[in-house]
Each structure stands twice: as structure tokens, then as C-alpha cells.
């Protein structure tokens, strides 16, 4: 079995990383950890501020050792792959290539104006994956615990 781990660092990354180093211990599967740095522009008042990668080179290759780090003390199976350009493109067509049979990701718990501006990339991996999708859920903001994890498979 192949799981391909889209990760930015973030702690809902870090709750998909654990999952899946559970899955991948109990079905002895080969996980490719994925980090997507994309182009931000940011535009305050006084005009255009120059592209900023997201997260910088540095970064990634920072939470990719980190990812790869914890899966090899756990005794599973990895490799580290950093691509740039717009995550869900990039997740889908990763997860195409590599003939992944499940893409893990997971999900900041957006909502309202902040989901219309930023988007959802878990939903749009989802939406066009090639794959079994399982989506970790960060903890909501207002205290409440994780909502645990959605797992769907495509056809």
C-alpha cells in the first residue's frame, strides 16, 4: 500500500502525520510525505508586494526531515518529495504519478470569510483525487476537541 502525506508543518499536519504513521504500521505500507510550497501575493493598500513561497524551501525541507524522523523511529517505510505551485494540483497529480492508494491531508477547519479567501484545499483534493481520501480535522478554534477524521473513498 502506497499513502501519500500532504503536510504543511501545521499542528492539523502534525494530527494527519500521526494517523498516518498508525496506518501505515498496520497495513506495513510505504508513505511519501509531500510538501507543496505555493505562490502568495499579498496586497496591502500601498500596491503589490513581491511572491512569497509558502512555505519557503528552508521550511519545508525543514518539516520534511521532522515528518521523515518520527515515521523512521516508528520503523515505516518513507520518502520525502517538496514540489512548488498550487497544493491541490499539485496533491492530485502527485498522488496520479506515484499510483497512490490513499492521500492523507489535513484540514485547518476553516470557515466563513477565511474558507472564500483561502479556500479548502482538503475539499479540493478530495473533489479530484484518484483515491481513498482521509482528512484529519484540526481542533476547532472555540476549544472544542478534534472532530476526528473523514475517510472517503473515490470509485
Known amino acids: 500500500m502506497k499513502v501519500l502525506l500532504a503536510t504543511d508543518g501545521s499542528p492539523c499536519s502534525r494530527l494527519a502525520l500521526d494517523q498516518t504513521a498508525n496506518l501505515a504500521a498496520a497495513a506495513e505500507a510505504d508513505v511519501m510525505v509531500l510538501v507543496v510550497s505555493d505562490m502568495v501575493f499579498l496586497r496591502p493598500s500601498y500596491g503589490l508586494e513581491p511572491e512569497l513561497l509558502v512555505p519557503s524551501n528552508a521550511e519545508a525541507a525543514d518539516i520534511l526531515q521532522e515528518a521523515f524522523a518520527f515515521l523512521k523511529a516508528r520503523g515505516i517505510r518513507a520518502r520525502t518529495l517538496h514540489r512548488v505551485g498550487p497544493a ?8 496520479r504519478e506515484e499510483k497512490a492508494d490513499m492521500i492523507v ?6 470557515s466563513g470569510l477565511q474558507r472564500f479567501l483561502l479556500g479548502s484545499v ?13 482528512i484529519t480535522r484540526a481542533p476547532r478554534q472555540n476549544g472544542m476537541e478534534a472532530r476526528g477524521t473523514t475517510v472517503l473513498p473515490r470509485p
Open 88 to 95: 491541490p494540483e499539485i496533491i492530485v497529480s502527485v498522488a
Open 105 to 110: 491531508v489535513g484540514s485547518h477547519g476553516r
Open 122 to 134: 482538503s475539499e479540493k483534493v478530495l473533489a479530484h483525487a484518484p483515491c481513498t481520501v482521509l
